[in-house]
C-alpha cells in the first residue's frame, strides 16, 4: 500500500501559471514556503483550500494545484469562515496582504480571531498596495513620504497586526521573513497544525515600490525568546518589540473552540409541527 | 354579499406600552384559529425598542385572508397614549364601535369625529376585582363575548398562552377574560364571525418569515450566515434551532458583507447557503453577490424589504428593492430574482428559489417584505412539494477537468473540495474554462454567454407567475401587493370574464414569451406596485412589449394600498 501513495513533493502543489509578480517580490518565496508546509504535512491537494481576497499576495490561489478561491477585497475570512464552518474536515489556509487584511478586511480580522476557528491566515505584509501601484497601507510607517496619495508622508502611526490579532483572540501569532524560506514553511507548517486560529504575518518586500525593503533580510533576527501561552507576557513582547523579531511569539493551546458538533440529520419536513394549530 | 371582505372582522386592540395589547391580539388569533377561522394579526408599533404605544390588527374570517381588511368593526383602547401615531392605519366608519376604559379618559376627539358609536367600559377596574388580573385579558373577553367566539376555545387559548406561567397567573387570566365576557353581555353584538363549515384541512398558524425559513430547508438549505435586521431577523432566528436538527449550522456574523462572503464559502464547500436582510443589508451585499454570478457559486439571499431608502422606515412595508435587486450588480451579472406572494407561497418561493440556484449554480435574490414576512397569517396546512436543491457535480475526474466547461445549456459540473482531480480556483477575475484568469476578448465573450444562457434559456415550467382571468383588461403586480389585488377584484365577482390578474413570480430572468402568451387579447393593463417611483411599471416597460394602454397605479409604504382605492381603478377604466 505504502509504496503505491504518491510522494507528495513540494511541486506537486504547484499550478502550472506563472504568478503575474514582479522579479524579485517576496511573494514567490511564500508561495514556496506553503508548498513546503503542505509537502511537509502530506496532505492531500483535494483536502486543502486556499482562499484569499484582491491584491498581489492573494493571487497565490491560482499558482496552487489545492482547491482555492480568489475572491473579493477584504473578504477572504469571510468566504473562508463559511467554508471551514460548512466543512470542518478541510485544511482551510486564508492568504492576504496588508491593503487587504488590515484595511478593508479589518473588521472581519478581528472577528476571525474571535471565533478562532481552525485557519491559517498568512498575510504577506509589504506596507504598500503594489497592485494600484504605490499606496500607502495600514502598515506604511507615518513618514514614508513616496505614496502616491500621502504626499508627505501618512502622519497616521501604523497599525500592529499582532498586537490587535492578540488582543482580539487569536491563539497562535507568528512573524516570518520571506527571505527565510525555510523558516517561514516551518512556521506554516505549525500554524496549520495549530487547531485554532492561526495568524501568520510574514515580511514580504516589494522590490518596486519599497526597493528599501530589500534590506529588510539585514534587519530580521530571531525572537530571543520561546512561544509564551501567556496574553499578558505575549502582549508586553508584542508592544515592545522592534517589528522585526521572527518567529512563533504566542501559542495557546487552553483557548480553543470545542470541537463541532453535528447531531444526526433529520428530514425537514418534520419543523412543520411547530406551525400546526392547537 | 357572498365574498371574503363582507365575512370577515377586523379588530384592532391598542394600548401603551407594557399594556399587553399584543398578547391579546396574539391570543385572540389563536383562539380562532382553533375555532377553525382563518385569520391574520399584524403588529404596528412605536418607533421604542419597549414601552411605545402598540396596535395589534386582528382580522378573522370564515376563508384564507391575505391582507388587512379595508375596514375596521371593532377598537379596544386599553388606553389612549399616542394613539394619534396610529390615525392613519383606522379605518373606522360609522358602523364600527370604539370601545375605551372610563378611567382612561374621554374618547380622543379624532376619533369622535369619525362617526362610530362608542362605548366606555371599566377595564381596569374589572381587572382590579381580580388578584392579579389584567385589563388586557378584560379587553379579550370583551371581544370574544362581542364577535361570538365560543368561551371555552377562548379558554383554551389563553391556557396555551400563558403555560409557562403559575397556576395563579392563569387563574388571574382566565377570571379576567369572563369578567370580559360578563361584562359585553349588554354591547350591542354588531359584528359576528362568520359561520364555518367543518375544518377539511388542519390548519397552519406562521408568518412570511417562518414560513420562507421553513420552505429554504425544504429545499436543501444547510448553512446560513446572517447579520440582525429588522424585520428579517426571525427568518435567521427560526434557522439558528432549526438547521441544527438538520445536520447544518447559522453563523451570527459581524456585519452583512461577511453574511454573503460566508455563504459563498459554504457553498463552495458543498452545502447549499442561504442569508437574509433588509434593504440595507442587501446594498452592503451586492458587490459579493456580483462574485457568486462570476464564480458561479449557488446562493440564497433573502431580503424582506422595508422602507427606503437609507434606514427609511425598519417596521414598516415596502416593494422598492426592486431596482437594486434586478440591476445592483455591477458589470453584466444575469442573476435570478423572485417573490412570493402569499405567506404560503413564502415556503414555495423559498424552496423553489434554492433549487433554482443550485441547479443554476448562480446568486437568487429573493424579494419578500415586511407585511409578509411578520403578519401571523392562519393558514391550510402546505403539503410537502418534491423540489430539492441538486448541484450538477462531475461524475468522473480526468486530468481535463474544466470548472467552467462551455457547455450547451451553460451549467457546468461543479467540483467540491474533497474531490481528487477536481481542484480549480473559484474567481471573480474573468477567467477561461479551466478557471485561470484571463483578459482575452473570446475568454470573456464566451463566459459571459454561458452565465447569460444558463438562466435565460432554462425551463422554469409554470411557475414563473400566477395567471387567472382571460378578461382585456389585465392586472400586472408582484409580492405581497398581490393578495391585496386578489381580494380586491373577487369583490367585483364574477370577474374572470372582465379581468385578467397576473402576478409575476420569477422577475430575473425575465419571460418575454411567456408574458406574451399571458397577455394575448389584452387591451389595457394596471400595474400594482407598492413604490412611489413606479419601480415595477418601469421593469416591465423596458422589459416587455406590453400591448394597448398602460397604466400605473404605484403608491408607497407605509399604509397598504386599499382594495377600494383599486377598484376605482378598475371600474373606472371601461
Given amino acids: 500500500m505504502a509504496a503505491n501513495v504518491e510522494e507528495l513533493t513540494p511541486r506537486c502543489y504547484k499550478s502550472d501559471i506563472k504568478p503575474v509578480w514582479c522579479p524579485g517580490c517576496g511573494d514567490f518565496s511564500v508561495l514556496a514556503s506553503i508548498t513546503k508546509a503542505l509537502s511537509a504535512l502530506s496532505l492531500k491537494r483535494e483536502e486543502v483550500s486556499v482562499i484569499s481576497g484582491i491584491g498581489c499576495s492573494s493571487r497565490i490561489p491560482a499558482y496552487l494545484s489545492v482547491y482555492g478561491f480568489h475572491s473579493v477585497h477584504g473578504r477572504a475570512l469571510t468566504v473562508a469562515t463559511g467554508l471551514k464552518v460548512a466543512r470542518p474536515d478541510l485544511t482551510v489556509l486564508v492568504a492576504s496582504g496588508d491593503g487587504d487584511g488590515f484595511s478593508i478586511g479589518g473588521n472581519h480580522f478581528l472577528h476571525a480571531c474571535r471565533r478562532n476557528l481552525d485557519l491559517t491566515y498568512i498575510v504577506m505584509d509589504n506596507q504598500v498596495y503594489g497592485m494600484t501601484k504605490g499606496q500607502a497601507s495600514p502598515t506604511t510607517d507615518p513618514d514614508w513620504e513616496e505614496g502616491k496619495l500621502t504626499p508627505g508622508g501618512t502622519g497616521v502611526n501604523p497599525f500592529q497586526p499582532l498586537v490587535i490579532a492578540l488582543a482580539s483572540g487569536a491563539t497562535f501569532i507568528a512573524r516570518c521573513s520571506s527571505g527565510d524560506q525555510d523558516g517561514t514553511a516551518d512556521t506554516i507548517a505549525e500554524a496549520i497544525r495549530h487547531p485554532g486560529f492561526a495568524f501568520v504575518q510574514v515580511l514580504s518586500p516589494c522590490v518596486t515600490f519599497r526597493p528599501e525593503q530589500r534590506g529588510w533580510n539585514d534587519l530580521v533576527h530571531a525572537a530571543p525568546v520561546e512561544p509564551t501561552d501567556d496574553p499578558a507576557r505575549a502582549a508586553r513582547r508584542l508592544l515592545t518589540d522592534d517589528s522585526f523579531f521572527t518567529g512563533i511569539l504566542y501559542h495557546n493551546q487552553h483557548r480553543l473552540p470545542p470541537p463541532s458538533t453535528r447531531r444526526q440529520e433529520s428530514h425537514a419536513s418534520g419543523l412543520k409541527e411547530a406551525f400546526r394549530v392547537l | 354579499m357572498n365574498n371574503t371582505a363582507e365575512r370577515s372582522i377586523s379588530i384592532m386592540i391598542a394600548g401603551s406600552g407594557g399594556t399587553g395589547a399584543m398578547t391579546a391580539g396574539a391570543i385572540l388569533l389563536d383562539a380562532a384559529a382553533r375555532g377553525g377561522w382563518y385569520g391574520l394579526m399584524e403588529r404596528s408599533y412605536g418607533p421604542q425598542i419597549r414601552g411605545g404605544e402598540a396596535l395589534a390588527i386582528v382580522r378573522l374570517s370564515n376563508q384564507p385572508v391575505a391582507t388587512r381588511a379595508d375596514t375596521d368593526q371593532i377598537l379596544v383602547a386599553i388606553d389612549w397614549r399616542n394613539i394619534e401615531r396610529f390615525l392613519p392605519e383606522f379605518r373606522l366608519t360609522p358602523d364600527s364601535l370604539i370601545i375605551g376604559d372610563s378611567k382612561m379618559g374621554e374618547i380622543p376627539q379624532e376619533f369622535q369625529s369619525l362617526g362610530a358609536r362608542e362605548c366606555q367600559l371599566p377595564l381596569t377596574a374589572l381587572a382590579k376585582e381580580i388578584s392579579g388580573g389584567r385589563p388586557n385579558m378584560i379587553a379579550l373577553g370583551v371581544i370574544t363575548q362581542l364577535i361570538g367566539l365560543p368561551d371555552d376555545i377562548t379558554v383554551a387559548a389563553v391556557e396555551k398562552a400563558l403555560a409557562s406561567k403559575d397556576a395563579d397567573a392563569r387563574k388571574a387570566s382566565i377570571d379576567a377574560v369572563r369578567s370580559g365576557m360578563t361584562a359585553a353581555a349588554e354591547l350591542p353584538q354588531l359584528h359576528r364571525l362568520p359561520k364555518v363549515p367543518p375544518q377539511a384541512l388542519e390548519r397552519w398558524s406562521l408568518t412570511g418569515n417562518e414560513a420562507a425559513a421553513y420552505g429554504a430547508v425544504l429545499g436543501g438549505i444547510r448553512f446560513a450566515a446572517g447579520y440582525p435586521i429588522t424585520p428579517a431577523t426571525e427568518v435567521l432566528e427560526w434557522l439558528a434551532t432549526a438547521l441544527p436538527e438538520l445536520g447544518g449550522v447559522l453563523v451570527q456574523a459581524e456585519d452583512e458583507l ?202 422554469y415550467g409554470t411557475h414563473w407567475a400566477e395567471i387567472d382571468g382571460h378578461g382585456e383588461t389585465a392586472i400586472i403586480t408582484w409580492g405581497s401587493v398581490y393578495g391585496t389585488v386578489r381580494e380586491a377584484v373577487e369583490k367585483l365577482g364574477d370577474w374572470q370574464d372582465k379581468l385578467r390578474l397576473i402576478g409575476i413570480r420569477l422577475l430575473a430572468p425575465h419571460r418575454p414569451k411567456e408574458l406574451a402568451a399571458a397577455l394575448q387579447g389584452v387591451k389595457r393593463i394596471l400595474v400594482v406596485e407598492q413604490s412611489q417611483s413606479g419601480q415595477f411599471h418601469d421593469y416591465l416597460r423596458a422589459k416587455y412589449d406590453l400591448p394597448g394602454e398602460t397604466r400605473s397605479l404605484s403608491k408607497p409604504g407605509p399604509l397598504p394600498i386599499s382594495s377600494h382605492t383599486l377598484n376605482e381603478q378598475i371600474t373606472g377604466w371601461n
Fill in chain 2, 258 to 459: 461577511a453574511s454573503v462572503g460566508q455563504i459563498i464559502g459554504a457553498s463552495f464547500g458543498g452545502a447549499p447557503a442561504m442569508t437574509a436582510t433588509s434593504g440595507p443589508g442587501l446594498a452592503l451585499m451586492t458587490e459579493c453577490i456580483g462574485l457568486a454570478v462570476a464564480s458561479e457559486v449557488p446562493i440564497v439571499v433573502l431580503d424582506v424589504m422595508r422602507g427606503g431608502p437609507s434606514t427609511g422606515i425598519p417596521t414598516k412595508s415596502e416593494q422598492t428593492d426592486l431596482n437594486m435587486a434586478i440591476y445592483g450588480l455591477h458589470g453584466d451579472a444575469p442573476h435570478l430574482v423572485l417573490a412570493p406572494m402569499s405567506v404560503s407561497d413564502c415556503i414555495f418561493t423559498m424552496q423553489w428559489s434554492v433549487h433554482l440556484a443550485e441547479a443554476l449554480q448562480t446568486p437568487a435574490i429573493v424579494l419578500s417584505d415586511q407585511s409578509l414576512g411578520q403578519t401571523r397569517t392562519i393558514i391550510d396546512a402546505v403539503p410537502d412539494v418534491a423540489i430539492a436543491a441538486k448541484r450538477k457535480v462531475p461524475q468522473v475526474l480526468s486530468d481535463g477537468y474544466l470548472r467552467y466547461e462551455d457547455t450547451e445549456s451553460g451549467v457546468s459540473p461543479m467540483s467540491i473540495p474533497g474531490m481528487p482531480g477536481g481542484q480549480y480556483t473559484a474567481d471573480g477575475l474573468e477567467h477561461n474554462e479551466k478557471g485561470h484568469p484571463s483578459t482575452t476578448a473570446s475568454d470573456h465573450v464566451a463566459q459571459l454567454s454561458k452565465r447569460l444562457r444558463k438562466i435565460t434559456d432554462f425551463d
